[in-house]
């Protein structure tokens, strides 16, 4: 997949970042969440220094992620469920018909 260089900026900072090439949107809303999040860290009365809000921004981020991850697991779990009782209630509902033709 070819990249090419895309310029972000968070929190004031410019970095050049390679991005393949067709996600550049996705790169640049990410560095503008990411600048959001830093900047309400960074104002938060509890949290002392830039390499904190850092950390806490990360962490929040993961947690996020990780909740997500789990939101989705169940999702597909549930939609597996549901697959199962659809063919369940299809197989009951042909098989009265087959034995009536035979």
Known sequence: MSHRT????II???LKVSC???KESALLSAAAELS???KNANSSKSIASP???LLMTALNLTNELLASEQKLKTEQ???KRRIALLQST???AITPAN????
């Open 51 to 53: 390499d904190q809000a």
């Open 12 to 14: 004031d900072r410019k």
């Open 6 to 9: 895309v310029e972000i900026n």
């Open 90 to 92: 299809i197989e009951q």
């Open 36 to 38: 959001e999040r830093l």
């Open 99 to 102: 034995k009536k033709q035979a």
């Open 20 to 22: 393949p090439i067709g």
């Open 77 to 79: 779990q549930e939609n």
